[in-house]
């Protein structure tokens, strides 16, 4: 029945032997781990069509759960193309079912609520509108400004979200907020006031991360809203689940507990939020939650080249938390990924600039970079080369960040020093060491004369501040005469802007890197510019310029995006920009395996965004600093080596036991291998037992299939396989790096 299925729809789609072996299973719950660029959205779509033309399933009862609007809209668009006959079937959002959920449950006790999630440029600005308040962002600002007396800057706010987010998704109880790690301070206590807050008012107040907490909440409690539901939806399709936080796998798992008709469609190798609650383990032990389960590989890429898959495939071995799979592509082999390093990020940005300019292709070019301020001064570049673009996720607060504005008062300072309002924000960050005390007195006594002149006569000062007053008048009065470039030099330097900043780092737990790559960035913009009337209106165009970037999504134009934005995405060509140590991996990813694990996971995905032409961007100068190659594109480097000799024939055990060296001991390379110790494999289906070995089992080889053992003689083994005949292998190597697992009729044999 499934080939006359297929039939129908041959024009739009073939199928390969496991899509098939998906889109046939029926019952009961299915994991199905696609690598990238496998088809993996195609086969949900012919699964979903398999159940309700040939299974006769109801299409009101079934259910795909995604966790972006995007992806959910692009599989119900591409659901109504495949079969315009068949009734619609509902694609969701988690977050939008758990609040169909949510509603059903406050509705039946009665209790009205309000949503207060959800961003608007107005929630950042003074307002008197009490429904405007009523929203999280609001909330929270002042709930810190009531507990330190002082505002709320915009990164620590994006810290305390995150915060929140973590500790819901991961479903972490009040007692131990105080445990999870957070760079604001007392985020627990403002945490439990927030909370206190929304079941103070007349409404209770929800967030999105309520969302699903309620959903839980209503699920578990509420036997009749559960049984419903469960009756309502008899199939589920989950998509990019390596993505799920814990409580969504509660949600989901208390949504199929009778049927267990769950499909769940991942890639462990691509998870890369868990900063924000993503439980990749979940996955890993999906056979203990059910125990019926059937994993199933998709792992032919149809996307990328031969030496992006075979390479990819190859980097991302070194990761241990993982199931074993084989990316694989029979895509024709094109050219070797290409690796640059140039001295310094103009002229990354110079290159890469250049490249587009010849490009007559730009909607199939992507640069992709891990933090948004990678971002700036390549937009500033393209834009002044007239080179369109489109921002996949532009964070349009750096022209209104804090920096900026400093840097920008400054250089009204220069022009007039009578201005107290300006002074007044600018006074700490100066090397003059002025108190509160001091700065409030100059405040009482202004009267529009000079403010320097002013702390000179009237302010009591210690012995060694007037002259710093006097060398910091003269400073500031000489910006006005100089370019914008030298100005912002000695706002930085001979102001002390820069030992400032660091200061507020150390106290506030602001992020040094962030903060100086704004400095840095504002001076690349300032380069070409000849006053400081040129410099603001510069800054001006380019805020206006990514604006409207973020409109051009389908127009001819190069994308530009974070890597985590690119995840869903390919092109033709890719550019990695800014690889290097302290980026990817950053200092953070290097306190832990697991961290580390998720920055080689995030660079993983980056590289499996191109089809043909993939190129990685490393510098020897970073934040004016002396910078080193990132040690993942070190790993690239060293797999790349032995590229020819794995494209002439499939990997022999010598070649594999050389990749494994280059990819565990490089020296300085791969921090997991070589700085942390002790790090234990974890294959979840491969065999961990050498005594399990014996004549006459049939196993599947990680890289050569399967096959059949003719002789195991420690430390050898000898195994026929069906597609390259008889090998000799290692047995230690077998064991140790997971590359054996059973076939499935030897695992229902063996029980």
Request: proline share 2%; net charge negative; hydrophobic share 40%.
């Amino acid at each position: 029945m499934l080939h006359a299925f297929l039939q129908q729809y041959k024009d739009l789609v073939q199928l390969n032997e496991v899509q098939q072996q998906a889109v046939e299973h029926f019952q009961g719950p299915l994991l199905l781990l696609a690598s990238p660029g496998s088809g993996k959205t195609t086969t949900i779509i012919m699964r979903i069509g398999y159940l309700v033309s040939y299974h006769k399933v109801q299409a009101h009862q079934i259910i795909a759960v995604s966790f972006s609007k995007a992806s959910a809209r692009d599989m119900s668009l591409r659901y109504e193309r495949f079969f315009p006959e068949l009734p619609k079937v509902k694609f969701s959002t988690i977050h939008s079912l758990a609040f169909e959920i949510v509603i059903q449950g406050l509705r039946k006790q009665g209790i009205s609520y309000e949503v207060i999630d959800g961003y608007d440029k107005k929630l950042d600005e003074e307002v008197e509108d009490q429904e405007v308040r009523l929203h999280k962002n609001i909330i929270l600002r002042q709930l810190y400004e009531k507990l330190f007396h002082e505002k709320l800057k915009d990164e620590l706010l994006d810290e305390l979200l995150s915060y929140i987010s973590y500790v819901k998704n991961k479903m972490i109880p009040s007692e131990q907020w105080n445990l999870v790690p957070c760079k604001v301070k007392q985020a627990d206590e403002l945490l439990r006031m927030y909370e206190q807050f929304k079941q103070s008012q007349d409404k209770l107040l929800l967030d999105f991360d309520d969302m699903l907490v309620y959903a839980e909440k209503t699920l578990r409690e509420d036997l009749a809203i559960r049984n419903m539901y469960k009756r309502r939806y008899r199939f589920m399709l989950t998509d990019e689940s390596q993505d799920t936080s814990l409580i969504q796998h509660h949600i989901i798992a208390l949504l199929v507990e009778d049927h267990q008709n769950l499909c769940v469609v991942a890639d462990d190798d691509q998870s890369i939020y868990s900063w924000r609650g993503a439980e990749p383990s979940y996955l890993l032990s999906f056979k203990e939650h059910y125990h019926s389960a059937v994993i199933m590989y998709m792992e032919q890429n149809y996307r990328s080249s031969q030496e992006i898959v075979t390479v990819a495939n190859q980097f991302i071995r070194k990761n241990h938390n993982r199931y074993a799979k084989h990316m694989f592509t029979n895509n024709s082999a094109r050219e070797l990924i290409h690796i640059h390093d140039f001295p310094s990020v103009q002229e990354e940005i110079n290159y890469i600039a250049g490249a587009l300019q010849q490009s007559d292709q730009l909607q199939e070019v992507a640069v992709l970079y891990r933090n948004h301020y990678s971002s700036i001064m390549l937009v500033n570049e393209l834009d002044r080369r007239g080179i369109p673009f489109y921002m996949k996720d532009g964070d349009d607060r750096f022209f209104s960040h804090w920096v900026v504005e400093d840097i920008l008062n400054f250089m009204r300072l220069s022009y007039t020093d009578r201005r107290m309002d300006i002074f007044e924000k600018l006074a700490m960050k100066m090397n003059v060491y002025l108190s509160k005390q001091q700065i409030l007195q100059c405040k009482q006594l202004h009267e529009q004369e000079s403010i320097f002149e002013l702390l000179l006569a009237k302010v009591k000062l210690n012995d060694y501040q007037p002259e710093l007053i006097i060398r910091a008048q003269q400073t500031v009065q000489s910006l006005r005469d100089v370019n914008p470039v030298e100005a912002i030099r000695l706002i930085r330097n001979d102001l002390g802007y820069d030992k400032a900043i660091i200061g507020l780092c150390e106290r506030l737990g602001f992020r040094k890197e962030y903060l100086m790559s704004i400095l840095n960035s504002l001076e690349g913009i300032a380069e070409g510019q000849h006053t400081l009337e040129q410099f603001a209106n510069r800054l001006k165009e380019l805020e206006q310029a990514q604006k409207q970037a973020k409109n051009k999504k389908r127009e001819a134009v190069v994308t530009l995006s974070t890597l985590h934005s690119a995840k869903g995405l390919e092109f033709n060509v890719v550019y990695m920009m800014d690889l290097v140590q302290q980026v990817i991996p950053s200092r953070t990813d290097q306190d832990s395996v697991e961290l580390m694990e998720e920055a080689a996971r995030l660079f993983y995905v980056g590289m499996t965004r191109a089809r043909h032409s993939l190129h990685l961007i490393t510098l020897q100068k970073w934040q004016n600093e002396r910078a080193k190659t990132s040690e993942f594109v070190q790993a690239v480097k060293g797999i790349q080596n032995l590229l020819p000799m794995m494209l002439e024939q499939t990997i022999s055990s010598q070649i594999q036991q050389k990749l494994d060296h280059i990819v565990n001991h490089q020296s300085s390379t791969i921090t997991q291998f070589s700085t942390v110790k002790n790090v234990k494999a974890i294959n979840v289906n491969a065999i961990k037992d050498a005594n399990m070995l014996e004549a006459g089992l049939v196993i599947i080889h990680e890289q050569f299939g399967e096959g059949t053992i003719e002789e195991v003689q420690p430390p050898k083994i000898k195994i026929n396989f069906v597609k390259h005949g008889l090998k000799t292998l290692q047995v230690e190597m077998c064991i140790t790096q997971g590359l054996l697992e059973l076939q499935q009729e030897q695992k229902i044999l063996n029980g």
